[in-house]
């Protein structure tokens, strides 16, 4: 079983439709987070959670919405998105006090909203 | 403002033969660098990893070398082989100071040619 699981693995949705993708993490780590991955752009961070705690917000619109849980499960709501939200939504987590811990990824849910 | 840059979007390679991918980054409070690869529909897989500590650290055929003075980072991959053909991302994080954030480049494709 892989570290850290994703799912779905493609969604499309229309501007309408409400879904919610799911991260699960298997590696005792306690901050998990959401990255977006668009064509040749770097990785953007929307979202942070130690503890279970919501600490970053990298001004995200509130038509994606997340929530914690607990420390291994993450979700993003997804609902009245617009098409240039299609991208890659990958889940990460990592060990939040051990200075020089490394982000591991899911394998991502590749967003197409029509 | 893009704090970790990756200029090259592409890198070709013959087999065997060495692969540098460089890494520059403009916030000196950044303290941990990484290199992950990434192989389409997958997500990122950590590769290597440096701490301002240091300016080398080598792992297998992988090696990460970081220049603090002019803030930047290479890897080489010796010798290089056709399953390294991936796309490659350097981040960096400075925690506490910047946060619970990992800042990435662009990506650089890399192709080992046979």
């Known amino acids: 079983e892989t570290g850290v699981t994703q799912t779905p693995r493609h969604l499309v949705m229309g501007m309408t439709n409400k879904k919610s993708l799911k991260c699960e993490q298997h590696l005792g780590h306690n901050a998990m987070y959401w990255y977006k991955q668009s064509a040749k752009k770097p990785l953007e961070l929307m979202f942070v959670y130690n503890f279970k705690e919501q600490t970053e917000n990298n001004s995200v619109p509130s038509r994606f919405s997340p929530e914690c849980p607990n420390s291994s499960h993450l979700f993003l709501h997804l609902h009245t998105l617009q098409p240039e939200d299609s991208a890659l939504y990958l889940c990460?987590?990592?060990?939040?006090?051990?200075?020089?811990?490394?982000?591991?990824f899911g394998n991502g849910t590749r967003l197409t909203v029509t | 403002d893009q704090q970790v840059k990756q200029n090259s979007p592409s890198l070709s390679v013959q087999e065997g033969r060495i692969s540098i991918l460089n890494c520059d980054y403009t916030n000196s409070m950044f303290d941990y660098f990484l290199w992950y690869k990434k192989y389409p529909a997958e997500g990122p897989t950590f590769l290597i990893s440096?701490?301002?500590?240091?300016d080398k650290n080598e792992d297998g055929r992988f090696t990460v070398f970081l220049n603090k003075s002019a803030k930047h980072l290479s890897l080489h991959i010796v010798p290089s082989q056709p399953g390294d053909s991936a796309v490659y991302f350097c981040a960096a994080s400075g925690h506490p100071n910047t946060g619970n954030q990992f800042y990435f480049g662009t990506g650089t494709s890399l192709t080992v040619i046979p």
């Open positions: 990460a987590s990592s060990h939040p006090r051990d200075r020089n811990s490394p982000l591991h």
């Open positions: 440096i701490s301002s500590i240091k």
